[in-house]
């Protein structure tokens, strides 16, 4: 077969105009491919980061617990209804064990027990409504990257420590050291300190949430020893909705992916995600008839040269062989060229993390470099099928007569 | 006597059916004897290229036998055929029909390269020999575009004679040639029929080449007309 290689090769070489062309609308196409990828995966990752950095992708909580039904009188009939999530659900007990379940999950990374619970922050004259939120200290950025968000103080949680949003301490009048209290619904209160302050660009978070060691949480909030859910992060953000599953299953906890709180988002990265891979395959087709058409025109203008090649002994599988190694080679080139030329291109994008407004967002990461040689090689060898196959058949007697 | 080289029995080959068949060969017979130099004379549509092309194997009868060095090739598949004929046929045409992207020791080459897969010091070393012998050795490394139609026509003999093969078909070699080269390739061809016995059938409408071999075969509306051997 080497000399088929060499045929091939020879082929090609002989008309460097045409070979440049074919190789050149290759790579013009696997350039598209990269790019594509590199963006629409830049992009994701980008909203994803923005829209998702600050959150869990799996919430586990305790089941709802349902309100009995009072039982009519004997003969009496009643219409009754149940709503759902009517009846506030004293949280998870015995955090430490559910976390221990949990990690024994694949793909789970981070695991961040919370508590939640409202009330008012309240300094001198002025209060504002706050949902207030016990983190574990040590595990204060495990869901919310305080610490890359930190504006003023430290993003840990010492006790009797507080961390609030930039608004909110404008808003109060707070700064790092100061006192503030925080009465609960149920009429608790507790004096906290500024620990820190942060900008999470999250409006709510901003203005209205303040967080505190989880001890501090659950004593003001009265729920001891308890948590209202635990939140994880998996490896692959994507696999949320099936570890949600297993877990819910395995557990029988409420557990709610982020797939379902942020099922807009879930769309509209699915969306841009096929956006994507249409122009893909629409760069592929055209690589698999640019090859195809120029082959079928090589095939023709060689058809007497086949011809001889087969009365000299040349078998169909050698002539096939020679046709489709031209179009592997064209492909493998143009694949090379493209992702070389992608590489020099792209390559000058900022990371992901350091994108400005404006910038485009490309992670040439995922270009998907080396999936879109091989599947140009392979469309390009696919594409000189069929006009490898016309050359194989044809008739010895007739390509050499024309 | 030793058996023909090649033999067909009662041939015909139509092309086409119905109302629109052509017969072109009509019950054709003929042996080749080892050695013999046959001129195939015969007008344009008597059925001269028809009958080479099944005697080369590079197409089919419609009917009847093709036998040579005593194996059947009437129903052998196409991968026998091409292996046989690799081994066994050389063709000269009238138009040389090199392969223009190879140099002419590497045209010269390509019947054993092809069988081998790659291209062998060995087969080099005949080829050049057989370039030598065709008086080309100095334009072995000339690409087929850059030769004479005689250089050509001299390197297409070469590439037939590479394998060794027992016949040679030549159709219209000097065909496409001048007068002073037409003979220079028949000396050639008479040369090597003399000195390593290969059969030659050489198709051809010109008295003065076919004057140049030992046996005439006349085909005529698809049958043979004549078949004389000349007087020694």
């Not at chain 1, 789970?108 to 983190?135: D, F, M, Q």
């Not at chain 1, 000189?384 to 024309?402: G, K, S, T």
């Not at chain 2, 081998?116 to 010091?121: C, I, N, S, Y």
């Not at chain 2, 030598?132 to 390197?155: H, I, M, N």
């Amino acid at each position: 077969m080497l000399y088929g290689a060499k045929m091939a090769w020879r082929h090609l070489g002989s008309a460097p105009g045409q070979t440049a062309l074919l190789v050149a609308g290759v790579a013009a196409a696997v350039f598209i491919f990269i790019f594509m990828s590199a963006l629409i995966g830049g992009l994701a990752e980008l909203l994803v980061n923005r829209t998702l950095g600050n959150q869990a992708h799996v919430t586990v909580a305790a089941p709802d617990r349902p309100l009995p039904l009072l039982v009519p009188a004997q003969g009496r009939h009643i219409l009754a209804a149940r709503q759902a999530s009517t009846s506030p659900s004293l949280g998870l007990a015995a955090p430490r064990a559910w976390e221990a379940t949990l990690a024994a999950f694949p793909g789970v990374r981070v695991i961040a027990p919370k508590l939640v619970g409202s009330g008012v922050l309240i300094r001198g004259e002025v209060t504002r409504p706050v949902t207030l939120t016990g983190l574990e200290p040590g595990r204060e950025s495990a869901i919310i990257r305080f610490e890359r968000s930190m504006v003023a103080g430290t993003a840990a949680l010492a006790a009797g420590g507080v961390l609030i949003g930039e608004t909110l301490a404008r808003d109060l009048g707070l700064s790092v050291g100061r006192a503030v209290t925080f009465r609960a619904d149920n009429g608790n209160s507790v004096t906290l300190t500024v620990s820190g302050i942060y900008r999470l660009g999250l409006g709510q978070l901003d203005e209205a949430a303040a967080f505190v060691p989880m001890s501090a949480a659950q004593a003001v909030l009265e729920r001891p020893g308890r948590v209202s859910a635990i939140e994880l992060k998996l490896d692959d953000l994507y696999a949320a909705p099936a570890v949600a599953a297993r877990i819910a299953a395995a557990t029988g906890l409420d557990v709610t992916p982020w797939t379902e709180t942020s099922a807009q988002l879930f769309e509209a990265l699915r969306a841009q995600g096929n956006t994507g891979l249409i122009l893909k395959v629409f760069a592929m087709i055209t690589v698999v008839i640019g090859i195809a058409s120029a082959l079928m025109l090589t095939t023709f203008r060689r058809r007497g040269e086949i011809g001889i090649m087969r009365a000299f002994g040349a078998t169909r599988r050698f002539i096939l062989y020679v046709f489709v190694l031209e179009g592997a080679l064209i492909g493998l080139a143009g694949g090379l060229a493209g992702a070389l030329l992608a590489v020099a291109a792209l390559s000058p994008f900022p990371p992901i993390e350091e994108v400005q407004p404006g910038q485009l967002p490309v992670d040439l990461g995922q270009g998907s470099i080396g999936l879109a040689i091989w599947l140009t090689t392979l469309g390009a060898t696919l594409a000189a099928l069929l006009p490898a196959r016309a050359a194989a058949r044809l008739d010895p007697v007739e390509a050499i007569q024309q | 006597m030793s058996a023909p080289v090649l033999e067909v029995r009662e041939v015909h080959k139509v092309y086409g059916e119905g109302a629109t068949a052509t017969h072109v060969l009509k019950g054709v017979s003929l042996a080749i004897d080892r050695g013999e130099m046959v001129a195939l004379i015969g007008a344009s549509g008597s059925g001269k290229s028809t009958l080479l092309n099944i005697l080369g194997t590079l197409a089919r009868p419609t009917s009847g036998q093709v036998t040579m060095l005593g194996e059947d090739l009437t129903r052998a598949d196409d991968d026998t055929l091409t292996e046989f004929r690799n081994r066994h046929i050389g063709f000269v045409f009238q138009f040389h029909h090199l392969l223009p992207d190879f140099t002419a020791l590497e045209n010269v080459m390509f019947p054993s390269a092809v069988r081998a897969g790659r291209e062998r010091a060995q087969a080099r070393a005949r080829a050049a020999a057989l370039l030598a012998q065709v008086g080309l050795s100095e334009r072995a490394d000339f690409r087929a575009t850059q030769l004479s139609g005689g250089q050509k026509q001299r390197v297409a003999i070469a590439r037939a004679l590479m394998n060794g093969p027992e016949l040679i078909l030549a159709d219209e070699p000097t065909g496409n040639l001048d007068r002073q080269n037409a003979m220079q390739v028949m000396d050639l061809l008479a040369r090597i029929n003399r000195e390593s016995g290969t059969s030659f059938l050489i198709s051809t409408h010109d008295e003065e080449i076919a004057a140049r071999c030992s046996r005439r075969v006349v085909i005529s509306d698809g049958v043979i007309a004549a078949d004389k051997r000349a007087a020694r």
